[in-house]
């Protein structure tokens, strides 16, 4: 994941192809990080309805996240 804009479905299809989580799981991963403040983002756009995630921010103490293996 990086900073800027990040496509939901993109980043579901690193999710799955690196075999991190299931098909059906992928995007409750991305829900469960933004929710949690792993990944801050813009949310004054309708992401569901752009399909865009314009990333803000990734917390720094969260091991592979904060490198970029995500």
Not at 41 to 68: M, T, W, Y
Request: aromatic share 6%; with cysteine; proline share 1%.
């Amino acid at each position: 994941m990086k900073l800027g804009m990040n496509s939901v479905e993109e980043l579901c299809n690193r999710l799955i192809s690196q075999n991190i989580v299931s098909n059906s799981d992928a995007l409750l991963i991305i829900r469960y990080l933004i929710a949690d403040k792993y990944i801050d983002v813009d949310l004054s756009f309708n992401i569901p309805e752009s399909g865009i995630l314009d990333v803000k921010r990734i917390a720094e103490a969260q091991g592979d996240i904060a490198s970029g293996n995500f």
